[in-house]
């Protein structure tokens, strides 16, 4: 047995092996370090802080609630939230207090006050 397979096969490197200077990594020296800048959040939500708020989700539930937190992955948190119950007969509404909704489940957030709807310019015109 030579003395490199004696070697590689006790675990003291030499051969091509994990521990082996071949990977992709060995051998250059050390990485430079690329100091990213830190990542803002798109959407500055600060200002509806304690403000009432509408989310909509992915599946189409919809929730009003006052905005008591919130991160960097629009994670939110609302208290005093109540759920719009989109019934085939009748629209309706549940209570839920406080809750924590998950960021990439959310589709449309805005803010309760200020919100009128307009009228749609592309509907048809009932006769």
């Known amino acids: 047995m030579t003395a490199q397979l004696k070697d590689?096969?006790?675990g003291r490197g030499g051969g091509r092996g994990a521990r082996g200077g071949t990977g992709p990594s060995r051998?250059?020296?050390p990485q430079p370090s690329?100091?990213?800048p830190k990542r803002e959040?798109?959407?500055?939500?600060?200002?509806?802080?304690?403000?009432r708020i509408r989310v909509k989700f992915a599946g189409g539930r919809e929730v009003?609630?006052?905005?008591?937190g919130f991160d960097q992955l629009l994670n939110l948190v609302l208290d005093d939230v109540v759920e719009d119950l989109q019934n085939e007969s009748e629209p309706s509404t549940r209570q839920l207090g406080l809750v924590v909704l998950r960021g990439?489940?959310?589709?449309?957030?805005s803010p309760v006050d200020g919100?009128?709807?307009i009228a749609n310019p592309f509907a048809q015109q009932e006769a």
């Open 8 to 10: 590689t096969l006790q």
């Open 115 to 117: 919100l009128e709807e």
């Open 34 to 36: 690329m100091d990213k």
């Open 27 to 29: 051998g250059r020296g």
């Open 64 to 68: 009003t609630g006052v905005l008591k």
């Open 104 to 109: 990439p489940t959310i589709t449309l957030l």
């Open 41 to 51: 959040a798109i959407l500055d939500l600060t200002k509806y802080v304690n403000e």
